[in-house]
Every structure is written in structure tokens, then in C-alpha cells.
């Protein structure tokens, strides 16, 4: 199992960005899927999950994340996708993605997420 995320770099707030976690090993269809982020001083913490106990739509982590980020899966291309709009400065984090083999995201976030990539830098100029 490998996911590798990218689509990180320097973005101007009040735009939008778009990163891809790609997977290997395992269909993404099969296990549930997450992103999370973690800046600079802070813990880590989750964005959103999409697996087959939220109807293969995605579940996000506060009401705030539901209002600028849309976490989806590209079946075809075996990847995680993570959309931000109206990014901010406090968007800067390094964004990672990972994977529980049990296609329920309820299950994964009282356990833990088994599988994780090694992240990519988003960095976010006002």
C-alpha cells in the first residue's frame, strides 16, 4: 500500500487548489479515505473521509471544513482528490492523506487510519 500525495506549492489567498493523493496496492473504491493537515506548531487534524458508510459521498470533520473544501475519489485513476476554495493563510499546512483498509469512515476515525502518506506542503501567501 502506497499513497503519494502532490498538487502542494505557493498559492495566493483567495484562490483555489486542488491536490491528488494517488494509491497504490489497493483500490481506492474499497477503503476509506481521508485528508488531513497539519501546520506549523499545531496538531494534526482531519478534513474529510468518503468511504461506503458515508455513501461514497464525503463526511467532513467540522461544519466549517463543508464550507471550503470537497474531498471526492477518482475511481478510474485510483486517487484522492482534495479541493480548497477561498484559501486562506491559516491554510498553510502540510497535507496528507490516508487510508483504513475497513471502507468505514466512522471506524477509522475511532481507531485510526492505518495507512499514510508522507504529505505535501501547501503554503499559503496573503
Known amino acids: 500500500v502506497q499513497l503519494v500525495e502532490s498538487g502542494g506549492g505557493l498559492v495566493q489567498s483567495g484562490g483555489s487548489l486542488r491536490l491528488s493523493c494517488a494509491a497504490s496496492?489497493?483500490?481506492?473504491?474499497?477503503?476509506?479515505m481521508a485528508w488531513f493537515r497539519q501546520a506549523p506548531g499545531k496538531e494534526r487534524e482531519g478534513i474529510g473521509c468518503i468511504a461506503l458508510d458515508t455513501s461514497d459521498a464525503a463526511t467532513y470533520y467540522t461544519d466549517s471544513a463543508k464550507e471550503r473544501f470537497t474531498v471526492s475519489r477518482d475511481v478510474a485513476k485510483n486517487m484522492l482528490v482534495l479541493r480548497v476554495d477561498r484559501v486562506e493563510p491559516e491554510d498553510t499546512a502540510v497535507y496528507l492523506c490516508?487510508?483504513?483498509?475497513?471502507?468505514?469512515?466512522?471506524?477509522?476515525?475511532?481507531?485510526?487510519?492505518?495507512?499514510w502518506g508522507q504529505g505535501t506542503q501547501v503554503t499559503v501567501s496573503a
Open positions: 496496492g489497493f483500490s481506492v473504491e474499497n477503503f476509506a
Open positions: 490516508a487510508a483504513h483498509r475497513i471502507s468505514l469512515c466512522h471506524m477509522a476515525k475511532r481507531h485510526g487510519f492505518e495507512y
